[in-house]
């Protein structure tokens, strides 16, 4: 107590931290010195007889012999220590020592080495002491140019160092084998890589005096399951080879490797190109051998290969040639030393073997191979030495005297052999124990929780029983399930040719049992966020170097050239490995020492033999080790004690005072250990964060505690290595043998054992989570010793998810009653009395049933939650209220507190399910029951009724957190709740606790009892139901409740009542208990809806697949939908092939649409597009018939051609008239393509029945009563006239008039344009408001937008968007007076609108151009439609005119003028010229639709409609052309004089290439070449003001040419301009002239054609003439 006390005192005075204490040995006399410095020392390194210390601020101190430094004193007292000043200003960051040389790291990597160097190991050639520290490079000679590498850790042995790089590969340098490199030569003074380990995340590295360790990543799963090689990769021998014997056949692998080096699957031991392997172990002039090491046991250090036969006898060969020692000396060692649980093997005198070797046997035929000395084992009372690699990879207290090898190889279980060799007895044996127990039972090495004593009585029963004691010794973990790993393998062995004969039928039955548990008890990889947050658990040990103490850890006494892995400590979750001179140690994460090597001074902790293999140091139970150091010849411990000071544990050998020198191997004369012993004077150190060893000296650096932040920090690292190894000891006595029983599977139910291994996968993860978290915390107390970059405050999500998670697993498996079934295995293998159970789950209780235990037992670790926020508030208490660092630990101490009452509410709703269940009627509970189930409250007690239910009915409702459950006698209703809609009746009018209940297909009335009771469900209902949508349930708090669940919401759910929709699963959004919103309704026929609904129907745009019965494919409808029918715009693909766009009502084609019918080259392709009434053709339509090669533009009825109307043939036909029943019947008239006319009655389709005129091309005609069939011969009877012989007038009255009985203009399309009144809200063309259209235009836009933005395949230009955007806005031109600029803005909006096809002008503009182009392109381009063709654009232009005018109706009507601006018109005239060059002329001040429109609306018909005027006016152009042509062929002057120009206007010179040059009688195409190219124009514009336009710029130009040799004031008149432009006009070369000048007579303003631009088109028109009708001589 005294101590006690005056340690506080102290802690308040000085508040030190990084003190240092120095001892040697461990007697009760021993007192540790205090090394005092200025600083706090971080790190500390000792080597043989001196010692390297680093402090805070990165100096070096060291202290000890230094014979190295020959100026200075040679020797220092450990508590004086020198500054090492060649370091100054370096920040280092770590220090290493070896024997007799020392090394520094400094921050960026930087490697400094003095000291000893005769054998190269401070790594500068030519020297051999470094008296200072110098740099070391250490490069990359790969790369070039060779880059430096840094280094992130570095260790020292006698002869050679090691260095760790950034990249986690090994680079050494020095002396002998255990540098690992492939060479001979001697000291390596440059670093160089160890390539063995390239390819491996090394994780840290240690020196021994002459071997070395290293701590290696294991690979990931998919990388170390490659296939093995079959030969050596380095002596090119057979790895396996494969004897035939009479009745069996034997698999050996005991391929032994001249070089002692492990072949990995991955292939990695190659030798370099070119290199020999050395069969010599030490071939190097500089390294000894030391023979006082050499162990008498081990065979010669050079075997070479005569030897090889006489060596094999006396050694086990393992896998992939490692070697296992096993002289005679050994093998009766192993039957006599009662330590190792093994019996005298010699004792019986059976013929068989006895029990223990059967069992020994037993396990080779468990999981691996049966090598060579198997076959010639004598069957006689043989006593052999048990395999090593017949050992479970999962073990840790391992077997004494084997050494286990877990071997990758599936190939050498030969059950066959076991068969013959050791009889029926052996497999009924096997069959009693079970493959699985004797997977995982074995007998612990020391160390053990419960030890076995030695001798082995015989018999399976006893065997069993003794197994099963034994089961508590077992702390292993494993990498993948052991069930499956061992039926895969024994299912694979049996497949092996040649085996299959020999195996006993009862194996076969258990290869074959169905595998029922495949959990991984440790999650391969770690948990998947935790990353590279926390040290990786799954790691391996690779050692190398010099095996004569066993200091290898490989089962023998050889060297090893290269790095190794230790196998058996592959599963032991090693965290830090240390060298001594010539022994071992790795601490695992469960707080256990392993150590191997020399134990001459009982070093390792333990006293068992041999020491050639990892066992577990000695340590009483609940010592839990965290960290090690090894020195010469002894071991020391830092461990967890009773209190949260941690305690220091010394074995190895006692250092008497003042005898320092004693050589090492004369050890008789000093005392040392059994096993590890408690230093009596640790308490007094304070709290110590790290302990090193080296030489005869042990080192201590402790903290005193300050604020109690110390004590803190290690309470909580103490507190999770606690913790770990609690979770870690129910896995392995709890977990893994009950997932280990037989009848656990038949006890469980399928159900129960997938939720079962969904809870051991959790369990499984938290245990390893835990793990990396210890391990994380205890590296984080030995170096930085600070809260900031602890993981569980920084990611406390990890932590919390996983807990959340592994809650949920046990909550579900208890709700499911999985512990009580769990019980029935559990007390078949626990026994009645279920100590070690009590013990685990920490209950007093007396006579507590099994299956509660059980619970108790798995919800054991959310107490641990209240532990972290505990501990996090105790540190917080270090540090100010007010600082930023006590409102971090403040937040996540509330984190955790909030998770563990949250995880608390949850086992109490588990636990309240689960014992509803038990008393629930068992039919229901079977349907009901689910694993993520909960109640919350139930009305068996009356409390809620159903309204209006009869006297005797039962109604019993049941609320559970994803479902409402209304009971009756024997039916009940699943009611999810996020399709559940509650709200309370108000009470004043009915007096009644009324709820109303939405359900999609049902709304009901509860009456509660009590208004409590209503507020209650009222309350559960909605706090279930937002749950239920939130999530919320699942994770986290229930924070922030809303009062009510939102009335829209996101679910699914299956019909089962209504007509439409039965048994239709509907996906998607809700309101108040329909559909509503975006959603996916699938029947179960196969019709799919994907689209908006609205009040449950669907309503909005949607997409509709409709599987044809008849056909095996869909019908398939995308469009709009108005309350669950097809209306408004769609597309129909029938599965036929049709297909069909255009508008629906009412689930039928309504409206304007078009149907192909068939392919191009199917039976009856066709193309109708027109209008629809009733889903039949009804109104003005074009039919393309385009097998008949007909089309016919006209009336229809009922899908009948009825009324007026025009058909046109591919063969030049036409006829216009009248149709009845689908026939030309009626009055019409026909043309033939020679212009033969009929004009009279008609029948049938093509055939003249009645009263007519037949007119021939001539003129002459008959007119009478004619019939038959057009152009098949014609009866007539009538008169025959010749009227131009009579009448000089008679061809007048004959000529037809075309189009009178066609439809007229006005009456086509005319539902398309009703259509775009109906979408700005007109009953009928020209009624309805003007804003009311305007609303519906933005309103179509923005939905259009929002549809398009959600579905990327309707696809916008970015300039579209734009534009849509700009659209979006009502102009503010619609009302007020119209001015110029006004008129400006509204062409610009109306060419922006038609431009769009999303607004309703935009789709007008677009339906329009379709019909025009589908009426005159093909067999429609017919010459005399071309009239109609006019007709039809004029009439569109006003309609469209009608429509502009609703929406802007100040603008005047047509003809209308538009005031003059008030402001200075000269300004405007110039702003109109300048406008003039980019659009189309405003012709005056005028309004007209053909100028505000026909510049939308032509290009687009452009193609169609002067293809028809081509063709009606060929004749004329075919003669014009002619004449072109011949007159062309003239020069300028011969073609200027020929048309009779004036001489004044002839142009003397002309530009050629910018030069003038002087026009000669051979001069061409060079006069007026300017205004020629001018009118070339004409032909690449569209509307008829643009063709005006050129015509009055080629007028300019001319005028410029002339002007330019004339006077100023010129005026022109007619007679001198005409022959000019006539020049101009056949230099021009207008191939259509006729045409153009057509089409501008026919759609000309009207308002221009008496002004300027009039009178040059008369000109133009008088050319064309002119040039037709020329006579050239």
């Given amino acids: 107590m005294e101590s006690q006390r005056k340690s506080s005192g102290e802690e308040d005075s000085s508040g030190e931290r990084g003190s240092l204490h120095t001892w040697k040995g461990y007697s009760y006399s021993v007192t540790p010195e205090r090394v005092l410095l200025s600083r706090p020392v971080l790190q500390a390194a000792l080597g043989t007889r001196h010692g390297v210390l680093l402090v805070e601020g990165g100096q070096v101190y060291s202290f000890g012999e230094f014979p190295w430094k020959q100026s200075q004193v040679s020797e220092v007292g450990p508590l004086k220590p020198v500054l090492e000043s060649a370091l100054s200003g370096q920040r280092v960051v770590a220090v290493a020592a070896g024997s007799f040389h020392s090394g520094a790291l400094t921050e960026d990597g930087g490697v400094h080495m003095w000291g000893e160097n005769s054998f190269g190991q401070c790594g500068l050639s030519s020297l051999t002491v470094v008296p200072n520290p110098t740099p070391v490079a250490v490069m990359d000679p790969d790369t070039s140019p060779p880059h430096t590498i840094r280094v992130l850790e570095l260790a020292c042995g006698e002869q050679h160092s ?215 084992m004598t069957i006689a009372g043989a006593s052999f030495q048990p395999r090593a690699d017949s050992l479970d990879p999962l073990t840790s207290d391992l077997i004494p005297g084997v050494m286990p090898v877990t071997t990758s190889s599936a190939l050498n279980n030969l059950v066959s052999s076991c068969a013959s060799a050791v009889g029926e007895r052996v497999v009924s044996t096997y069959e009693a124990l079970s493959l699985k127990k004797m997977i995982n039972y074995y007998y612990p090495g020391v160390g053990g929780v419960a030890g076995v004593p030695g001798g082995f009585p015989g018999g399976p029963a006893e065997v069993r029983v003794l197994l099963e004691e034994s089961m508590q010794g077992k702390k292993s973990c494993s990498t993948g399930d052991i069930r499956e790993e061992e039926a895969e393998g024994l299912s694979r062995r049996l497949s092996l040719p040649g085996l299959l004969s020999q195996v006993s039928p009862r194996l076969l039955r258990m290869a074959s049992r169905p595998r029922v548990r495949a959990v991984p008890l440790t999650p391969v990889g770690g948990l998947p966020e935790a990353g590279e947050l926390l040290p990786s658990l799954q790691t391996e040990v690779w050692s190398w170097g010099r095996g004569e103490e066993g200091q290898l850890g490989h089962g023998d006494n050889l060297p090893r050239l290269q790095p190794l892995c230790i196998k058996c400590l592959s599963s032991k979750e090693v965290v830090l490995v240390a060298a001594g001179a010539h022994h071992s140690l790795a601490l695992t994460a469960q707080s256990q020492v392993f150590s191997w090597g020399s134990n001459s001074s009982g070093q390792l902790g333990h006293m068992a033999s041999p020491t050639t293999i990892p066992r577990l140091a000695k340590l009483s139970e609940g010592i839990r080790v965290w960290d090690v150091g090894a020195g010469a010849q002894h071991t020391l411990l830092l461990a967890d004690g009773d209190c949260y000071q941690p305690i220091l544990y010394y074995s190895g050998q006692q250092v008497r005072e003042g005898v320092q020198d004693t050589p090492q191997d004369q050890t008789e004369g000093y005392s040392y250990t059994q096993q590890p012993v408690l230093l009596p004077f640790c308490m007094n150190l304070g709290y110590v964060s790290g302990v090193f060893a080296g030489g005869q000296s042990c080192v201590a650096l402790a903290d005193r505690n300050v604020m109690g932040f110390i004590t803190s920090l290690h309470e909580l690292a103490t507190a999770e290595r606690k913790f770990y190894c609690k979770l870690s000891s129910v896995k392995n006595h709890i977990l893994r043998p009950l997932l280990d029983l037989e009848s656990l599977s038949t006890a469980l139910g399928p159900a129960s054992t997938v939720l079962l291994r969904s809870l051991v996968r959790c369990y499984s993860r938290l245990s390893h989570l835990t793990g990396q978290h210890s391990a994380s915390l205890t590296s984080n107390l030995r170096r930085r010793r600070e809260f900031k970059s602890l993981v569980m405050l920084e990611h406390a999500s990890i932590f919390l998810d996983t807990y959340n998670e592994y809650c949920c697993s046990v909550g579900n498996f208890l709700v499911m009653g999985g512990f009580q079934a769990l019980a029935k295995p559990s007390l078949e293998f626990f026994g009645k009395c279920p100590e070690l159970l009590q013990r685990l789950a920490e209950s007093s209780e007396e006579n507590i049933p099994l299956s509660d235990l059980l619970v108790t037992l798995f919800y054991l670790p959310m107490r641990h939650l209240h532990e972290y926020g505990r501990l996090l508030l105790k540190l917080g208490t270090c540090f100010e209220v007010s600082s930023v660092d006590y409102q971090k630990l403040q937040d996540g101490c509330s984190k955790f507190e909030a998770l563990a009452l949250h995880l608390k509410r949850r086992r109490k709703e588990a636990e309240y399910t689960y014992h509803f269940w038990k008393s629930f009627p068992g039919k229901m509970t079977d349907s009901l029951r689910k694993p993520r189930r909960r109640l919350i409250c139930e009305s068996s007690n009356k409390a809620l009724t159903l309204q209006n239910s009869g006297r005797f009915s039962v109604n019993w409702f049941i609320l559970f957190n994803d479902a409402l459950v209304h009971a009756q006698f024997s039916t009940h209703h699943v009611f999810p709740l996020a399709t559940l809609w509650v709200e309370p009746i108000p009470e004043e009018n009915t007096g009644l606790h009324g709820l109303k209940l939405i359900s999609p297909e049902e709304t009901f009335t509860l009456l509660a009892c009590s208004s409590m009771e209503k507020a209650k469900w009222l309350r559960s209902i909605n706090q279930a139901v937002d749950q239920a949508m939130t999530g919320a349930g699942q994770s986290g708090s229930r924070a922030g409740h809303r009062a009510e669940p939102p009335i829209s919401r996101t679910a699914s759910y299956t019909f089962y009542k209504d007509s439409r929709l039965k048994e239709a699963t509907y996906e998607g959004r809700w309101l108040a208990g329909k559909p509503n919103g975006r959603g996916m309704v699938k029947w179960l026929d196969g019709r799919i809806y994907t689209g908006t609904f609205k009040n449950g129907l669907e309503d909005g745009f949607g997409d509709y697949v409709m599987p044809s019965k008849t056909l095996n494919l869909n019908d398939h409808y995308q469009g709009h939908w108005k309350e669950g029918k097809m209306h408004g715009i769609g597309t129909y ?274 339906t329009l151009v379709a019909v025009y182009r589908m009426t005159y392109v093909g067999v429609g381009a017919n010459r005399r439609l071309l009239l109609q063709a006019v007709n039809e654009i004029m009439s569109y232009l006003a309609r469209i005119f009608q429509l502009v005018r609703f929406l802007f109706p100040d603008l005047p009507e047509e003809g209308g003028a538009i005031p003059e601006p008030s402001s200075d018109p000269q300004d405007k005239k110039d702003s109109n010229c300048a406008d003039t060059q980019l659009e189309s002329p405003k012709p005056g001040r005028v309004v007209s639709s053909s100028a505000l429109l026909l510049p939308v609306l032509l290009p687009r018909l452009y193609p169609p409609l002067f293809t028809l005027y081509a063709l009606e006016k060929e004749k004329e152009d075919d003669v014009y052309w002619e004449c072109v042509l011949r007159l062309n062929k003239q020069p300028d002057v011969a073609l200027l004089a020929f048309l009779g120009v004036q001489h004044k206007f002839w142009p003397v010179s002309v530009p050629v290439l910018g030069e003038k040059t002087e026009v000669v009688s051979s001069t061409k195409d060079a006069c007026f070449a300017s205004a020629t190219e001018t009118l070339q124009q004409i032909s690449t514009t569209f509307t008829p003001s643009d063709k005006l336009q050129v015509i009055q710029l080629t007028f300019e130009e001319i005028t410029k040419e002339v002007m330019s040799s004339l006077e100023d004031n010129f005026l022109w008149s007619m007679d001198d301009l005409f022959p000019v432009f006539l020049y101009v006009v056949l230099r021009a070369r207008i191939r259509n002239l006729g045409s153009e000048v057509s089409l501008i007579e026919d759609l000309m303003d009207p308002c221009v054609q008496h002004g300027e631009h009039g009178i040059m088109f008369t000109t133009l028109k008088a050319c064309y003439y002119q040039i037709q009708h020329e006579k050239t001589t």
């Fill in 162 to 376: 090691l260095a760790l790089s950034a990249q986690h590969e090994v680079w050494a340098w020095g002396s002998g084998c255990q540098l690992g490199l492939v060479t001979t030569i001697f000291p390596v003074w440059k670093p160089q890589k160890v390539e063995h380990l390239v390819g491996r995340h090394v994780l840290q590295v240690a020196c021994g005096a002459f071997h070395s360790l290293a701590l290696v990543r294991c690979l990931p799963p998919q990388e170390s399951r490659r296939p093995l090689p079959d030969k050596c990769g380095q002596c090119n021998q057979l790895l396996y080879t494969m004897t035939d014997k009479e009745d069996h056949v034997i698999i050996s692998d005991s391929h032994y490797c001249p070089l002692g080096v492990e072949l990995l699957a991955e292939g990695e031991a190659r030798l370099g190109p070119g290199r020999s392997p050395p069969l010599g172990l030490l071939s190097s002039p500089s390294e000894p051998l030391l023979s006082s090491h050499t162990s008498a046991s081990a065979p010669g250090p050079h075997p070479s290969i005569t030897e090889h036969t006489d060596y094999e006898r006396g050694r086990t060969v393992a896998q992939n040639g490692e070697v296992l020692t096993t002289t005679d000396a050994d093998i009766s060692a192993s039957g006599t030393d009662s330590d190792r649980g093994v019996g005298g093997a010699g004792s019986q005198n059976s013929p068989y073997p006895d029990d223990q070797a059967v069992k020994e046997y037993l396990k080779k035929l468990s999981d691996t191979s049966l090598a060579e000395e198997t076959a010639k």
């Fill in 1133 to 1406: 693909k029938y599965a036929t092939g049709e297909l069909y766009e255009g508008s629906f009502q009412d689930n039928m084609r309504h409206g304007h649409g078009m149907l192909r019918s068939g392919t191009l080259n199917s039976s009856s392709p066709s193309v109708f597009i027109g209008q629809w009434v009733h889903d039949k053709k009804t109104g003005y339509g074009v039919f393309d018939d385009i097998t008949r090669g007909e089309k016919y533009m006209g009336m229809w009825q009922d899908d009948q051609r009825q009324g007026t109307g025009v058909i046109v043939t591919q063969f030049g036909l036409y006829y216009e008239g009248a149709f009845n029943n689908n026939k030309m019947q009626g009055t019409g008239v026909l043309l033939s393509e020679d212009n033969t006319t009929y004009e009279g009655e008609f029948s049938e389709d093509w055939t003249l029945n009645g009263k007519g005129v037949l007119t021939m091309p001539n003129g002459d005609y008959f007119e009478g009563s004619f019939t038959g069939e057009w152009g098949s011969g014609l009866k007539v009877t009538g008169s025959f006239f010749k009227p131009n012989l009579y009448d000089s007038d008679g061809d007048k009255g004959r000529a037809v008039k075309l189009g009178r009985l066609a439809v007229p203009p006005e009456e086509k399309w005319r539902v398309v344009f009703e259509e775009c009144w109906m979408r700005l809200g007109c009953e009928a063309p020209g009624q309805g408001e003007n804003q009311r259209a305007w609303e519906n235009i933005a309103v179509a836009l923005t939905t259009s937008r929002r549809q398009h933005r959600d579905s990327p395949e309707m696809n916008l230009s970015r300039t579209q968007n734009r534009m849509l955007e700009s659209l979006e806005f009502i102009p503010q031109q619609h009302v007020g007076p119209v001015t110029m600029e006004k008129y400006d803005s509204i062409r610009r909006y109306l060419i922006k609108a038609c431009d769009m096809p999303l607004h309703p002008l935009g789709r007008l503009m677009e």
